[in-house]
Antibody, heavy 121, light 107 residues
Framework: EMQLVESGGGLGQPGGSLRLSCAAS????????MNWVRQAPGKGLEWVSY????????YYAESVKGRFTISRDNARNSLYLQMNSLRAEDTALYFC??????????????WGQGTMVTVSS | SSEVTQPPSLSVSPGQTASITCSGD??????IFWYQQKPGQSPVSVIY???KRPSGIPERFSGSNSGNTATLTISGTQAMDEADYYC??????????FGGGTHLTVL
């Protein structure tokens, strides 16, 4: 069974940093493009960042560009999101999500359960 | 424009057909994906690449995409289908595009 498990969420200070992790299992992680998607309380889905299977291609939403950094470690089957210069509007449930079902697909076929990030002083 | 627009809400009676639209400039030139999200749960894919159904998704879910509009159709809507539905596309310049979501009420 394909599975994504996020961790690292919690309370962050405005201007502070947090690092999210996502552990993948049940599929060949190094073959698939990965993403972070967030959802503020009571709001819709907002895409945050994309990283290609090799890590060579990366995209960010304008709202996080210059503050967040996506990375992956294919040897550890893990995806990361380094979040710096946190703002109150970054408060959200952060999902790790896999593109699929085929390697060339640009839609999500597997989602994690999410990790909550709250930015407050 | 790289925006995708959905109606915020839709109500249908049990057994009726629900049609949820997703609009955007030349959307028919992109693959559209649809997700169902119930309260407190992660999204679940119900349609991928315009009209394909993932394993385990009931046949009453179908999709189409042409021109500037993609549509998710739920035939014979059931109470269990009450949820938020999101459309999604990929733009090679800006990345992932999500619609704002449609809350489907079955009553």
């Amino acid at each position: 069974e394909m599975q994504l498990v996020e961790s690292g969420g919690g309370l962050g200070q405005p201007g502070g940093s947090l690092r999210l992790s996502c552990a993948a299992s049940g599929f060949t992680f190094s073959n698939y493009n990965m993403n972070w998607v967030r959802q503020a309380p009571g709001k819709g889905l907002e895409w945050v960042s994309y990283i290609s299977f090799s890590g060579n291609t990366i995209y960010y939403a304008e709202s996080v560009k210059g503050r967040f950094t996506i990375s992956r470690d294919n040897a550890r089957n893990s995806l990361y999101l380094q979040m710096n210069s946190l703002r109150a509007e970054d408060t959200a449930l952060y999902f790790c999500a896999k593109f699929g079902p085929t390697m060339g697909s640009n839609g999500f076929d597997v989602w994690g359960q999410g990790t909550m990030v709250t930015v407050s002083s | 424009s790289s925006e995708v627009t959905q109606p915020p809400s839709l109500s249908v009676s049990p057994g009726q057909t629900a049609s949820i639209t997703c609009s955007g400039d030349k959307l028919g030139n992109k693959y559209i994906f649809w997700y169902q999200q119930k309260p407190g749960q992660s999204p679940v894919s119900v349609i991928y690449e315009d009209n394909k159904r993932p394993s385990g998704i009931p046949e009453r879910f179908s999709g189409s995409n042409s021109g500037n509009t993609a549509t998710l159709t739920i035939s014979g809507t059931q109470a269990m289908d009450e949820a938020d539905y999101y459309c999604q596309a990929w733009d090679s310049i800006t990345g992932v595009l999500f619609g704002g979501g449609t809350h489907l009420t079955v009553l």
